[in-house]
């Protein structure tokens, strides 16, 4: 007959159950190293709060209401005092060097006298620009008779100091001189004469001062014994 066995367990360490551990180890550091660190909660400050002493004065003062406004004076309206009628601007008496221009020419009527018919036939014989500067001449002493009796004018020389300007049938007599009364004066003229140069349509003349006497041989002004 046999005996009792006797069973001895060995407690011996397996070398996978000490791997297994240290590795669980190591994750078990590494979860609790990238776990956030909770924030630590700020205590709250206490409000502060700023406080005025006021004496009794200074507290009635604050509290009383502030005074209405004061009512705006409406400006004074000054009555405008009535201006003066302006009297109407005098009219100016013309310039002393304003041309003077007839409205009637005259010159169509002295040559229609009968006592005209010499003059007549001799404008007939010149060319058509010396007839229109006779025809202006013509013209010249009439209007100066009419424009002041004192003057009696008895010959223009419309080449005095200037030249006459001739354009188509316009003459401009800048430096003429005509005689009157054994006196030479200056002369201005502007004459127009008609398309056929036959007859006078438009003049301007203004007289000047008269012509030194020592000047008329210079000029070419005859004088009359």
Not at 22 to 38: D, N, S, W
Not at 61 to 88: D, I, L, W, Y
Not at 139 to 167: C, G, H, L, N, S
């Amino acid at each position: 007959m046999r005996g009792p066995v006797a069973v001895t367990l060995q407690n011996e360490a397996s070398p996978w159950g000490i791997s297994t551990s240290v590795v669980l180890h190591a994750l078990f550091a590494a979860i609790l190293a990238l776990m956030p660190i909770p924030k630590r909660t700020n205590r709250p400050e206490e409000e502060r709060v700023s406080v005025d002493i006021l004496t009794p004065q200074q507290f009635e003062a604050s509290t009383r209401p502030p005074p209405a406004p004061a009512a705006p004076v409406a400006p004074q309206v000054r009555a405008a005092e009535p201006q003066p009628a302006s009297s109407s601007p005098r009219p100016q008496p013309p310039s002393a060097s304003a041309m003077i221009r007839p409205t009637e020419m005259l010159s169509a009527k002295t040559l229609a006298d009968p006592r005209s018919r010499q003059a007549r036939a001799d404008l007939a014989t010149f060319a058509s620009d010396e007839r229109m500067v006779q025809l202006c001449n013509l013209e010249a002493m009439d209007q100066i008779r009419r424009w002041r009796a004192d003057f009696q004018p008895e010959q223009v020389v419309p080449y005095a100091t200037a030249e006459e300007k001739i354009t188509g049938t316009t003459i401009a007599a800048n430096g003429a001189a005509f005689r009157s009364r054994r006196n030479w004066y200056g002369l201005k003229f502007k004459c127009q004469l008609a398309h056929d140069g036959e007859s006078v349509v438009g003049f301007e003349f203004l007289v000047g001062d008269p012509v030194a006497r020592e000047k008329w041989d210079e000029l070419g002004l005859p004088a009359v014994h």
